[in-house]
Structure formats: C-alpha cells, structure tokens
C-alpha cells in the first residue's frame, strides 16, 4: 500500500466533511466540497488538524516510543531490533541501510516476489530455532508498518496489568464505595471493612450472587485499592488527606514585609505551673511573616485562644519588643545586622528594642477556626486596615508556613523544657506534671528570648537573598535587605487603639447603666445619654460597648466626645482578679432567691469566696483549676498599656534547672472534685458567645519607660544621644508628621 500525497484532485476529510483539493498555492490549498462550498487553508494547518485524512491513503507512520523501548528488558529490546533486521530485508533485500552491499539472492526483490521472500524469511527463521511461520512474518509486517519499532516487542512483556489482578469489578467497586463512607467514621479493622463490603453486596446483586474473596485476598485487595488514596491509617490522616486541594499547587510567595502573615494557634507541648501550684496547658499563637519567616509576635496564654489574644497579635506585631532584665546585650537590635541607626532615626520607639522586626501587615492568612472569623477579630482587623484571607475548611497545607514554624518550636524549644509533655500521650511521660516549675509569664519570657536568639538569628533555607542566591539568610538578614527596598512606616498604637482592638458589643444605656454578661456596669458620666440612643442608626440606636473578656471588672463606651471607661458596681466585692468564665461558672452555682439585683451582689460575693478559698489551697480541684487559670490570665494582662507601665516577671534563675525557689505542691484527686469525665469545656462555654481570653498587650517605648529609672547607663552621653535622636526625628517629620524610609539614602549611607 503506498501513502497518499496531497495533490490536486486529491480527496480529503477535513472539519467533519469530504473536499477536493482545486489549487495548490505555496502554503495555502483551496478545497471545494461537492456541494460547492470552498475555504482556503494554510496547508500547515490543514495537516495538523486531527480530523485530516486523505481518502484511499493509508494511515501515517507512527513514532516508536523510544522512551519505552530503552525501560525493556536488554533481550526484549534486542529481539525486537532482530526482528527488525529481518523484515528490512524482506521488503528491501537490505537488513541494514538500503544500498549497501547486494542483496542475497533469496531475498532479491528484482527477481523474488514478496510471498516468495516472506516463505524465504519464515523458513530461515524455523531453521535458526524461531517459531515463525509465512504468516507469523507478514503479521510482523503489518505491526511494523503501523506501529514502528513497538509493534515488534512481544506484547505479553508490555501488557498493562491492573492493580487489582482479576478482582471482580463488582467486588472492587463495593470496596471503594466503603472506604469512602467510612472516610470521616472512626478507624476499624479489615474485618469489619469486609463484613460492610459483603453487606452492601448482598443489598445491590443480592444474597450469594457475588462472592467475597478470602479474607487474605480480600486485604491484598483493600491496599491495591486504599493506598496511596488517603482511605486508610488514622481518622486524622484520612480528613486531612480528604482536606487536600486538587493539585497543581501554587506556592506561596511573599516580596516584601507584611504582605503576607499567618495567623495560627496550636497547644505548647510543656505543663505551665498556674497559681497554688495547679498545672495547665497553655495555648500558643504567633504571627509568622511569609516574606522573612519571622515570627513577629508569639502570645501564650489558658488553653482557649479566642479572637481578643488573635487581635492582640496585630497590634504586638507594630510595637517593638523591648529588652527584658537580664537578657544578653547581643540580644538587641543595635547589635544585630538589622539597620539600627538608620531605623531609629525614623522611629525612636527602637531605642533599645530587641532585635526582633516590626512589620506592619497587609494581609493576614487565617483558617476557619471560630477564633479568626469572629466578628471582633475582623473588627480589629479593619481598624489595622488589614485585610482577612481564610483558608478553606481544614487545610492545613494552605498555611503550611506556620504549621512547620510549629514544629521547629516544639523541635527548638518546648522539648528542651521540664513538663514537656510531648505532642500526644503516646509520647508523654509518666512524671510530666510533677516536672513543670515555670509559671505562665516565666516560659512567655523564655519564649520571646528563644524566638530571638534562636530563630530569628537563624539560618532559613527558604530565605535567600536576592543577591547571593546560593546563600541562605536568617529572617532578620531577610528583613534588612528588604526594608531596604521597601522602605519603614512607623504605626504608633495610643491607648485608644487598643480599646479598639477588644471585642465589641451594642448595648443601651439605662437608668442603671449597661447590663450584659450578668454584670452591671454604672458610672456618672453616662448621665446625658440614659435612655438615649446613639447616632449610629444601624445598630437600632445602641451605643458601641468594648469588653476585655480577661478583666471584667470594666468596659468602654464610646460616646460622642471620646471613650468613657465605666466599672462594675461590684467591683469593690471581687478583691482578687478573676474573669468572664469564672464569674460564668459562679453564676451558674448561685441560686437566684431575691430579685436582679440582690442576685448579682450574691454572685460578687460567692465569686470572691471561690478566690479567696482557690489562694489558700481549699475547695474542689474544679475550683482551685478555675482559679488558677482566671489569676495566670490576669497576671499577663495589662488593660492599659499606654498609661500604665508593664510588671514585667520576675528574671529567670540563671542556675535554674528543674525547680524554682519554694515549692509547688500538685493538689490531690478530691472525692468530690475531678472525675474521669469531667471536663473545662463545660464551664468555659460563654452563654452570650462572648469572646474569653487576655485582651491586653504592652506599648514597648512605654515599658521601656517603665524600666528607664532601673538601668544602668554605662557612658554619660547615653541620654544626650536620644535626645539629639530625638530632635532629629521631630526636624524630620515635623509637627504631627511621620517620616518615611528612603531606600535612596540608605544606599547612599551604605
């Protein structure tokens, strides 16, 4: 059969219909089909197109799949080429390459025909011990005319075999259809897995029509099926294997400070010893900068990290983090290769910050945790001028970032610790509350240390400077060279700015004053607006009502002339910290007998009974636990951070090991305390859905203000220099302004 050639008169298939071909003009044809209709197409084009064909032509060559051929089996790829030789020969009278040397006679196509060549090759191949008949060589023949040089390879060496074998499909089907279902269900054996296969398969075909296979058949056949596909291993692994996108994935990528920050929380692997020696879990969220991998805030606090700590994280991502008695010198940012005169110049809030950068966010990257879509997160979100991007639902690969950053804390840090506990019980230790000795603010303070000498002077290999590329960088090496390009804009926080940040509610204002939560909150400047509504139509004329979930002793009300802070009437009956959630667990064991108010005297007074019986080791585990926790949170709050200094925690023991100086004694089980059900969750559910953690975070030029009187300066011109700093901050920016990092003259300094 010889191959078609596109001529004129040709006859072609093209776009679903017959044509000719009537002129032939270098790269174009013009083809007019029966009917009369004619196009004019690049011949190029007309070649390529998938439907092209030309009547009464055979169908073009095929090309080997090389790649293949060179994956076979050395004896496979070389009968093939044998087999090639052979019909070369047959059909040119040359084995090899056509012209060289004669044909031998048998072979000649000058005077043999081609039956009479294909009966010469058949008969020689038989006699050379090949089973080849005078068909078996012109069906070799057809196979290399169609397919090249594959169709020569023995096709039951090639043949693609399935996973499953000779599985019945039916069977198959049900295993899959099973495993499927069963994805979000609690992990089971095989041997229930077959009984749920064979009860769905007697439901559809019906009893005894399609039969199991053995059972250690069956288990082969489950992992032909489940692995790889995420349908098996524990019920964590499946839903996050289910939670996945569909790939492609597109990195992540981050081009300057602040464009991209991740926000996420996880339990620390280490027991904190809470008041009267109770130990606890504490929660730790941080805030991890994409472009440099630094981690600009790291918050812990009780276990339940809600959307006032989150909102907090914004707001310590703008201040600088101050240096803390008893930190190293070399911890400071003068002393790192952060660009110190130059920053300070522009904002003296980093006169003796630590070294550890203030990046203002543009976007922040949340999951879908009732923490980061809560509507006072968002609020303070808006009020930053940063702006939310949630993940989907339970995917953890979409802020992979932060999941890692993790691991290396738990990796750098927590194991390192007395109390570790491990990332899950498996891993815990058996005395791993009996070796807990640092307190909530102590392993805070440990913690900020470690983040920056330990993972801010470190080496990421993520982090690669754009003009050593082959060097990896620390994130503050990153964080220099891109405040370089991208400039710094300091963002000051007033007092204002934090009341902004804590969650809000609408409320009315009353002849009593604001009532919510079960408190009553009064205060003589409310009395022009009692019984008024705001000017803030939307909200059916209540009045904008700020709370601090962590120290409900207060609120703040915005009224037409600024902030009013109101307390609670009972204010004076509580005389030991506490918060929403155990004046919430009070509530709930105080019988109301006399009217509302009565009630809530009764409550203050039953609250500050619980306190004062937690502080001297009395009452039920329950009790002493709740306590505990409401202290360890008030201790780390400051609801003022810009008018009243920070206390900063006692300086660690440099020699300190695995105690602390005193003792803490772990409370016993009590009879009619802790039971092997009960649980925390119950008593820190808020019934009006508010918002429980510490909502209060520390101006650092304000604490280093509160510490200026203790240091020590070692040269006389120490405070001449921050004057004279000063003064050429406010020459800059001039009255009320704000001056603006100049990529250009810190080129030209350099």
């Keep these: 059969m010889t191959r078609a050639v596109v001529e004129v008169g040709a006859r072609v298939r093209y776009d679903g219909r017959v044509w000719t071909v009537v002129v032939l003009e270098g790269a174009r044809g013009t083809l007019v089909t029966d009917e009369g209709a004619s196009a004019v197409v690049l011949l190029p084009y007309l070649l390529a197109d998938p439907s092209f064909e030309v009547e009464g032509g055979c169908a073009p060559g095929r090309v080997s799949p090389f790649g293949l051929l060179e994956s076979l089996p050395v004896e496979l790829r070389e009968r093939a080429l044998a087999w090639q030789r052979h019909l070369r020969e047959v059909e040119t009278g040359f084995p090899g390459a056509v012209g060289q040397g004669a044909p031998r006679e048998q072979f000649d196509p000058a005077t043999r025909s081609l039956a009479q060549r294909e009966r010469a090759k058949a008969e020689e191949l038989t006699a050379a011990g090949w089973a080849a008949s005078t068909a078996t060589v012109r069906r070799m023949r057809a196979r290399y005319r169609s397919e090249g040089l594959w169709g020569l390879v023995d096709g039951r060496a090639v043949r693609e075999r399935s996973a499953v074998g000779r599985a019945d499909e039916r069977v198959v089907a049900a295993v899959r259809?099973?495993?499927?279902?069963?994805?979000?269900?609690?992990?089971?054996?095989?041997?229930?897995?077959?009984?749920?296969?064979?009860?769905?398969?007697?439901?559809?075909?019906?009893?005894?029509?399609?039969?199991?296979?053995?059972?250690?058949?069956?288990?082969?056949?489950?992992h032909a099926v489940a692995d790889g596909q995420g349908l098996l291993g524990t019920a964590a692994q499946r839903r996050w294997h289910a939670s996945r996108p569909a790939p492609p994935f597109i990195p992540t990528v981050a081009l300057r400070p602040g464009e991209l920050v991740m926000l996420d929380s996880t339990p620390l692997d280490v027991m904190a010893v809470l008041e009267d020696g109770v130990t606890g879990r504490l929660e730790l969220s941080i805030a991890l900068d994409v472009a440099t991998r630094s981690i600009c805030a790291a918050v812990l606090r009780p276990v339940g990290t809600t959307s006032v700590d989150a909102a907090m994280l914004l707001a310590q991502m703008v201040v600088p983090a101050v240096m803390r008695p008893g930190w190293d010198a070399a911890l400071s940012m003068q002393r790192s290769v952060i660009p110190y005169e130059r920053l300070v110049a522009l904002d003296a809030r980093l006169e003796g910050a630590a070294a550890r950068p203030v990046i203002m966010p543009e976007t922040v990257v949340v999951d879908q945790g009732r923490v980061y879509v809560s509507a006072s997160f968002i609020s303070a979100c808006e009020s930053l001028g940063v702006s939310v991007q949630p993940v989907p639902p339970a995917n953890g690969p979409a802020k992979g970032n932060v999941e890692r950053t993790f691991h290396a804390i738990a990796d750098g840090f927590s194991q390192y610790l007395p109390g570790h506990t491990g990332s899950d019980v498996s891993q815990r230790g058996a005395a791993a509350e009996q070796d807990a000795c640092w307190s909530l603010a102590q392993l805070q303070e440990l913690l900020e240390e470690w983040v920056i000498c330990g993972w801010q002077e470190r080496a990421h290999e993520a982090l690669r400077h754009p003009m050593m590329p082959r060097v990896a960088v620390s994130p503050n090496e990153m964080w220099a060279a891109l405040v370089a390009v991208t400039g710094y804009v300091p963002v000051p926080l007033s007092a204002d700015d934090y009341v902004e940040l804590l969650p809000v509610r609408w409320q009315a204002v009353n002849d009593y004053g604001i009532r919510f939560g079960y408190r009553t909150y009064d205060h003589p400047g409310l009395n022009p607006y009692r019984r008024r509504r705001s000017p803030r139509g939307e909200r059916n004329g209540r009045w904008e009502v700020h709370h601090n979930p962590y120290d409900p002793n207060r609120v703040w009300v915005r009224l037409p002339e600024g902030w009013l802070e109101v307390p609670w009437v009972h204010a004076a009956a509580v005389r030991r910290p506490f918060t929403a959630f155990t004046f919430d667990h009070v509530r709930r064991t105080v019988e109301r007998r006399h009217g509302r108010e009565d009630h809530e005297a009764a409550i203050a007074q039953a609250l500050d009974a619980l306190l004062r019986r937690a502080s001297q080791g009395l009452g039920s585990r329950r009790e002493r636990t709740v306590a505990a926790r409401a202290q360890a949170a008030a201790q780390m709050t400051d609801p003022s951070p810009a008018t009243a200094p920070q206390q900063w925690p006692a300086p660690l023991a440099p020699g300190a090991s695995f105690g602390l100086p005193g003792s803490f004694t772990v409370p016993l089980q009590d009879a009619d305390g802790w039971g092997t059900d009960d649980s925390l969750d119950d008593i820190e559910d808020n019934q009006d859905d508010e918002d429980y953690l510490l909502a209060a975070l520390t101006d650092g030029q304000d604490a280093a203000a509160g510490h200026a009187d203790e240091a020590e300066v070692s040269e006389p011109t120490a405070e001449t220099a921050r004057d004279q700093a000063a003064e050429r901050t406010l020459d800059a920016t001039g009255a009320g302004g704000m001056r603006i990092y100049d990529p250009y003259q810190e080129a030209q300094a350099w």
């Design 177 to 222: 259809k099973v495993l499927e279902g069963q994805r979000e269900r609690s992990t089971g054996t095989l041997v229930r897995l077959r009984r749920r296969v064979g009860w769905l398969l007697e439901e559809e075909y019906g009893a005894g029509v399609v039969a199991l296979p053995p059972a250690s058949t069956f288990n082969r056949l489950v």
